[in-house]
């Protein structure tokens, strides 16, 4: 009788694929009310213009919302995703993608990723393309599960350890310790355009943190791109003398050749990690080649999906180089559990104070999991284990 339902879900095709947009959180984790903490004084790249300084909203990082993606089988079942990109990349998945994902089989999941980042290379390659490919894919994932009866960790070969250990990102590392965190990543506050008060700043509150924590404690901080070489390696070697951990994402993006030399400037015994806004595999592979982090940080809704951080995770993985996926919820969590080279996990604490923990994405996801004392076990359900809430409005700005 199993067989037969497993010959069953295989034998299925997609009937419909249908993007919508949320706002006020969910997977544009930036989309909240005003005076939380994700939107404060933040060190960033537009920190050079005074204009931009007090808040990353000031310059539109929360313009986008939430996409949400169906994708419903001939029998009715449907599988669905959440990522950023709203009503942009919903219109990619609407107008563009679709084509290549409406009448396909359930498990033709490998084809339909290739085709469709083949037929956008001429417009896409990172940001909201790929947004838009990630959130396909990993609502097929969800939907192939489903029909399948299955966690989405079986479908990657089953759990290597029996839960998930978390560290938390968040303005309060000293709360996230009483909470049973494994350690604690500050934003960054002050950047270059600030100086030297702001340096110091910076270096008071980690002194802070570290004065009311263990010593065994980690502590990180999230440069968010913000910086220069000459400033990330002041930074460091002052933050050194509180035990940072790591110093995360402190260049751009492209800055390949800054994080390789970055990486050779740090302090003995701290990390360099970067990857949040990185794509693809071959986006990847030259961090790992250039020799540009001690830990790959690839968000699964950003960087091409399931399907591709599988590819990201095995690249990195026989350079004994560690990915701990950006936050991203159950769609990284059912990746991490499956993976040697990924042995925890970041949890972004989305309550305003940061000082209870509460689900990452937010109002839009029913029954997501959340750490309790820092682990978490995943469920069995079928997908990757969470519903829409009935109670979030999503618009269909586009359809086909």
Same mark, same amino acid.
Not at 10 to 29: C, P
Not at 30 to 43: E, L, T, V, Y
């Given at each position: 009788?199993?067989?037969?339902?497993?010959?069953?879900?295989?034998?299925?095709?997609?009937?419909?694929?249908?993007?919508?947009?949320?706002?006020?959180?969910?997977?544009?984790?930036?989309?909240?009310?005003?005076?939380?903490?994700?939107?404060?004084?933040?060190?960033t790249p537009m920190a050079k213009y005074p204009a931009y300084r007090e808040s990353r909203q000031s310059f539109?990082?929360?313009?986008?919302?939430?996409?949400?993606?169906?994708?419903?089988?001939?029998?009715? #079942?449907?599988?669905?995703?959440?990522?950023?990109?709203?009503?942009?990349?919903?219109?990619? #998945?609407?107008?563009?993608?679709?084509?290549?994902?409406?009448?396909?089989?359930?498990?033709?999941?490998?084809?339909?990723?290739?085709?469709?980042?083949?037929?956008?290379?001429?417009?896409?390659?990172?940001?909201?393309?790929?947004?838009?490919?990630?959130?396909?894919?990993?609502?097929?994932?969800?939907?192939?599960?489903?029909?399948?009866?299955?966690?989405?960790?079986?479908?990657?070969?089953?759990?290597?350890?029996?839960?998930?250990?978390?560290?938390?990102?968040?303005?309060? /590392?000293?709360?996230?310790?009483?909470?049973?965190?494994?350690?604690?990543?500050?934003?960054?506050?002050?950047?270059?355009?600030?100086?030297? %008060?702001?340096?110091?700043?910076?270096?008071?509150?980690? %002194?802070?943190?570290?004065?009311?924590?263990?010593?065994?404690?980690?502590?990180?901080?999230?440069?968010?791109?913000?910086?220069?070489?000459?400033?990330?390696?002041?930074?460091?070697?002052?933050?050194?003398?509180?035990?940072?951990?790591?110093? %995360? %994402?402190?260049?751009?993006?492209?800055?390949?050749?800054?994080?390789?030399?970055?990486?050779?400037?740090?302090?003995?015994?701290?990390?360099?990690?970067?990857?949040?806004?990185?794509?693809?595999?071959?986006?990847?592979?030259?961090?790992?080649?250039?020799?540009?982090?001690?830990?790959?940080?690839?968000?699964?809704?950003?960087?091409g999906g399931l399907t591709e951080l599988v590819k990201i995770s095995a690249l990195a993985d026989e350079r004994?180089?560690? #990915?701990?996926?950006?936050?991203?919820?159950?769609?990284?969590?059912?990746?991490?559990?499956?993976?040697?080279?990924?042995?925890?996990?970041?949890?972004?604490?989305?309550? /305003?104070?940061?000082?209870?923990?509460?689900?990452?994405?937010?109002?839009?996801?029913?029954?997501?999991?959340?750490?309790?004392?820092?682990?978490?076990?995943?469920?069995?359900? /079928?997908?990757?284990?969470?519903?829409?809430?009935?109670?979030?409005?999503?618009?269909?700005?586009?359809?086909?």
């Open positions: 009788m199993e067989v037969g339902i497993l010959m069953a879900a295989k034998d299925h095709k997609i009937r419909q694929v249908r993007a919508y947009v949320f706002r006020g959180g969910g997977g544009d984790y930036h989309d909240q009310p005003q005076g939380h903490w994700i939107d404060d004084h933040i060190a539109g990082l929360n313009v986008l919302g939430t996409l949400v993606v169906e994708v419903e089988a001939e029998n009715g #079942v449907v599988g669905f995703a959440v990522a950023a990109g709203g009503e942009p990349a919903a219109w990619v #998945v609407e107008r563009h993608l679709a084509r290549f994902v409406e009448g396909a089989q359930v498990n033709e999941i490998e084809r339909i990723w290739d085709q469709m980042y083949l037929s956008t290379l001429f417009y896409g390659r990172k940001g909201i393309v790929l947004n838009a490919i990630s959130c396909v894919d990993l609502a097929l994932w969800d939907l192939w599960g489903k029909l399948r009866q299955e966690p989405i960790y079986h479908l990657l070969g089953g759990a290597v350890r029996d839960e998930l250990v978390f560290y938390a990102t968040g303005a309060r /590392p000293d709360l996230a310790e009483k909470m049973g965190f494994l350690g604690g990543k500050l934003p960054l506050h002050y950047g270059p355009a600030e100086e030297e %008060e702001g340096f110091r700043k910076n270096l008071s509150l980690l %002194e802070e943190m570290r004065s009311r924590t263990s010593q065994e404690f980690w502590l990180m901080y999230d440069c968010w791109m913000s910086l220069d070489l000459e400033y990330a390696t002041r930074l460091a070697h002052g933050a050194s003398q509180f035990g940072l951990k790591w110093i %995360e %994402e402190a260049l751009v993006p492209d800055d390949y050749w800054g994080y390789a030399e970055l990486k050779r400037r740090l302090p003995a015994g701290m990390m360099l990690t970067t990857g949040e806004h990185e794509a693809t595999r071959w986006g990847f592979r030259l961090l790992l080649e250039m020799g540009c982090a001690d830990i790959l940080q690839p968000d699964v809704g950003w960087c004994g180089v560690l #990915v701990v996926p950006h936050g991203s919820s159950v769609y990284s969590y059912h990746f991490s559990i499956t993976r040697h080279n990924s042995p925890f996990c970041e949890f972004l604490m989305m309550a /305003p104070k940061a000082d209870e923990v509460i689900p990452m994405f937010a109002p839009l996801l029913a029954e997501e999991p959340v750490p309790e004392m820092g682990k978490m076990k995943l469920s069995d359900a /079928p997908g990757f284990g969470v519903r829409l809430n009935p109670d979030c409005v999503l618009q269909r700005p586009y359809a086909h």
